[in-house]
């Protein structure tokens, strides 16, 4: 029989399931909501005497949710549904990935002259130099993509949903967030060799003969790296950072999926070197990123661009227990770096379907909800990354909701507003410029949270109502129905919390009966724990 105090619990645990690492103070009840068939919920009959409003209430969906589908109208496209039915992408379960850590650290010098250093120090886009991961852990970023929502611009995990905000990309990557946004411009091939004869300093011949290669208006990253070390060569300083300043967007920031390309026109964000940094470049990164989280989330998409180490990193700051992370210093002593650069590239074991689950099963006490409160001596929180509207970069506009992950700012969740549709906003920089109202309206309607993970009486029922708790089913031969989670009170201490959940854990893992013999002691720890 296990013994009944903590201490032995504890150890007992650590020794037999340390790698069940992820925390939590709440435990999980699957509630089962019955589908028809095709997988769908079926209408209902009405009752003789029923009215015809009530039938044309009745939501219908898919397996595993959402049931009602107003919220995630582009569902039936959208990776999750395959998932929970078994259908991969293709033979390859994660994305394609594109990570330029490497070739950037190798063309990035230790020093720039001075002359470039102060044009490079006053775009604002310094930080990008040194930010980079070596290596993208495909499968971990594949696993959060899959929860991914364009409608959103959110994760939605099982407990609700979280977004990559602009405060994080302030942190994570110290790019400015106020400024202006980008107004889109056309640019043509012929453009494309004008602006490279002008602003890179080649000649005509060579321009052309670069853009006919490239088959559309872009530039190849490392032929910009060589007109960048030539001119430096040459003392040309202002070719020369041109030249740098573009291959570091289209690096980072900026990456696309081709892996190797940047669009022409962004060239023309440098052509004025002293009036480059009045730009939201942490808009800009946002943007971009959401635009392709949004592309791969569906399922006919096997590729990511934008800048994934803003993902990854994100990704480890938020979810301590989520795929293998390298650190390369502490918080406390990091001298006012980005923090992206607190972490480094290790190689994990688990597959894309091997993280599904895993993330089907974290709990709000799995998340560090505010996790750069312990930065804000270099970067203070700024309001403006609460105005809920439209962010806009080119031609690219992109809703962007901070009342849907109101706990990543201190604030109790509610039932957020119906999501913007971007189509139809007019004035979106005004609305940037005047953003104070729509912080107030953000917040009115919340109050500061009194634990790091609350929400408001009937925020879960709702969620579970227009979203997918889960991207696996408890059991794939099972028939397929919809589990909803719903979390009930489990322990108030965080130390038998944590017993609790890791035997909840591994007793699912195996499948465990209580009226199993073997599993017996383990069956009474779980009780115990959940006393206190």
Aim: aromatic share 12%; net charge negative.
């Amino acid at each position: 029989m296990v013994h009944k105090s903590p201490v032995f619990t504890v150890t007992f645990l650590v020794m037999h399931f340390e790698n069940f690492v992820n925390a939590a103070k709440m435990d999980i009840v699957i509630v089962v909501r019955r589908r028809g068939a095709d997988g769908r919920i079926p209408v209902r009959t009405l009752d003789r005497g029923a009215s015809s409003s009530a039938a044309a209430a009745e939501p219908t969906g898919y397996p595993g949710g959402p049931y009602d589908t107003s919220l995630l109208v582009k569902y039936e496209h959208h990776v999750a549904r395959h998932i929970w039915f078994g259908e991969e992408r293709g033979p390859k379960k994660e994305l394609k990935v594109a990570g330029h850590g490497l070739k950037l650290n190798s063309r990035v010098p230790l020093a720039l002259p001075p002359q470039m250093e102060s044009w490079v120090s006053r775009s604002g886009l310094a930080s990008l130099q040194r930010t980079s991961l070596n290596k993208i852990d495909t499968n971990l970023v594949s696993a959060f993509v899959e929860r991914w929502h364009l409608e959103t611009s959110s994760f939605h995990m099982p407990f609700g949903e979280m977004s990559i905000t602009l405060d994080d990309v302030a942190c994570l990557l110290h790019l400015p967030i106020r400024g202006i946004f980008w107004s889109p411009q056309d640019v043509t091939e012929e453009l494309a060799v004008e602006l490279a004869v002008d602003y890179l300093g080649v000649s005509q011949s060579q321009a052309q003969s670069h853009v006919r290669s490239c088959r559309g208006s872009y530039y190849k990253l490392e032929w910009l790296y060589d007109i960048f070390v030539h001119h430096r060569a040459a003392s040309s300083w202002a070719y020369a950072t041109r030249a740098y300043l573009l291959m570091l967007v289209g690096s980072t920031i900026f990456a696309d999926k081709t892996f190797t390309l940047v669009e022409a026109r962004y060239l023309l964000l440098f052509r004025d070197l002293d009036g480059c940094s009045g730009y939201s470049w942490g808009a800009a990164a946002l943007v971009t990123l959401y635009r392709y989280l949004g592309d791969a989330s569906m399922y006919s998409c096997k590729q990511l661009g934008g800048y994934p180490t803003l993902l990854q990193c994100w990704i480890h700051e938020y979810f301590p227990t989520v795929g293998k992370r390298g650190e390369n210093w502490n918080p406390a002593g990091n001298c006012g770096l980005p923090r992206a650069m607190r972490w480094s590239y290790r190689q994990g074991v688990l597959k894309v379907d091997d993280l599904r689950p895993i993330l089907d099963e974290l709990t709000p006490t799995d998340v560090i909800w505010r996790p750069f409160e312990d930065h804000r001596a270099w970067r203070v929180f700024d309001e403006i990354c609460l105005y809920r509207g439209c962010l806009k970069w080119g031609e690219t506009v992109v809703p962007y909701l901070p009342d849907r992950c109101l706990r990543q700012f201190g604030y109790r969740q509610y039932v957020p507003s119906p999501p913007l549709d971007c189509m139809m906003a007019t004035d979106i920089d005004v609305d940037w410029i005047s953003y104070h109202q729509s912080v107030v309206d953000v917040i009115g309607s919340s109050s500061v949270a009194t634990t790091p993970s609350e929400v408001v009486d009937g925020y879960l029922e709702w969620y579970y109502r227009v979203s997918h708790p889960r991207l696996v089913p408890p059991h794939r031969d099972a028939p397929r129905e919809v589990p909803v989670p719903v979390y009930d009170a489990g322990p108030s201490d965080p130390d038998w919390a944590r017993v609790s959940t890791l035997i909840r854990r591994y007793l699912r893992q195996v499948n465990a009966e209580e009226e199993d013999p073997q599993f017996s002691d383990l069956f009474e720890a779980l009780h115990i724990s959940r006393s206190h």
